[in-house]
């Protein structure tokens, strides 16, 4: 496993207010680079988790392996 993301909440701000989307940074052979990101997400956790599952599962689906988790749900460290 030469690789290791971890996926991280940024805070978007629009026109309509603050919206959020799940980002996946990862580090590789080659340096830092981003593995994936979910769709903009609205506040709440029953509105974003859809978005940090189908993350999740795509992120799954290329390899990644979950191999920790940090102080929030969404903090997960994954490797490949």
Same mark, same amino acid.
């Given at each position: 496993?030469?690789?290791?993301?971890?996926? #991280?909440?940024?805070?978007?701000? #629009?026109?309509?207010?603050?919206?959020?989307?799940?980002?996946?940074?990862?580090?590789?052979?080659? +340096?830092?680079?981003?593995?994936? &990101?979910?769709?903009?997400?609205?506040? +709440?956790?029953?509105?974003?988790?859809? +978005?940090?599952?189908?993350? #999740?599962?795509?992120?799954?689906?290329?390899?990644?392996?979950?191999?920790?988790?940090?102080? &929030?749900?969404?903090? #997960?460290?994954?490797?490949?």
């Amino acid at each position: 496993m030469n690789e290791r993301c971890r996926i #991280v909440r940024d805070r978007k701000i #629009v026109w309509n207010g603050i919206k959020y989307q799940f980002v996946a940074r990862a580090i590789g052979p080659r +340096g830092p680079y981003e593995a994936g &990101h979910s769709r903009i997400l609205d506040q +709440g956790t029953e509105r974003q988790r859809p +978005g940090w599952d189908e993350l #999740v599962r795509s992120l799954t689906s290329q390899g990644w392996k979950p191999i920790g988790s940090g102080r &929030h749900w969404w903090d #997960v460290e994954l490797s490949r």
